[in-house]
């Protein structure tokens, strides 16, 4: 069965990693399903409904986006609000629509990995700050999978380091 890949990148004409991840993907339409948030709501209008049965229709589904200021783009926060809601996603004998789901979080992160380390710059691991993510995915009863993370795009964004992140990311992909 497909991936659903819904991708919250704010400018993704300027993006270098999240850019050529999508076209990769788009390589392989029997495979991946993307969807891009700022695409289809530039007004950042989210249709409910409609996500909801998108969400309805995959087994796997993984939230790629560029990881900034400890989180996520606003938009992906929206979508988490206005979509995950009482009576489809959890609290009722109808909810738990993504129950069983194994969903997961694709990162492209400017620093390197060290930086997130107790020792580290920031104190704390991306595992420890995506943390909010996997509660919040528990609660809905989905089955919270590890993350991807390709690091040091703030160093190093020549092609070469680019292509690295590719495979890696399709080999993640298809762990799933």
Not at 58 to 78: A, E, G, R, S, T
Not at 86 to 110: D, F, N, Q
Not at 156 to 173: A, C, G, M, R, T
Request: aromatic share 18%; net charge negative.
């Amino acid at each position: 069965m497909k991936t659903l890949i819904i991708v919250t990148h704010p400018d993704i004409k300027n993006s270098v990693v999240n850019k050529r991840w999508i076209e990769e993907l788009n390589k392989f339409p029997d495979k991946y399903a993307v969807h891009q948030l700022h695409e289809t709501y530039p007004d950042e209008k989210i249709d409910v409904p409609a996500e909801q049965k998108l969400m309805e229709q995959y087994d796997k589904i993984v939230f790629q986006f560029p990881y900034y200021w400890f989180n996520c783009p606003f938009l992906l926060k929206k979508w988490l609000d206005d979509v995950l809601v009482h009576g489809w996603a959890y609290g009722s004998k109808s909810g738990y629509k993504v129950a069983e789901k194994k969903i997961a979080l694709a990162m492209s992160v400017g620093v390197d990995e060290d930086e997130y380390q107790p020792s580290g710059i920031y104190k704390y691991t991306l595992e420890e700050l995506t943390r909010p993510f996997e509660l919040s995915f528990e609660y809905v009863k989905a089955d919270y999978r590890p993350f991807f993370a390709f690091y040091g795009l703030e160093y190093n964004s020549s092609s070469d380091w680019i292509e690295k992140s590719v495979p890696q990311y399709l080999n993640f992909l298809d762990a799933l």
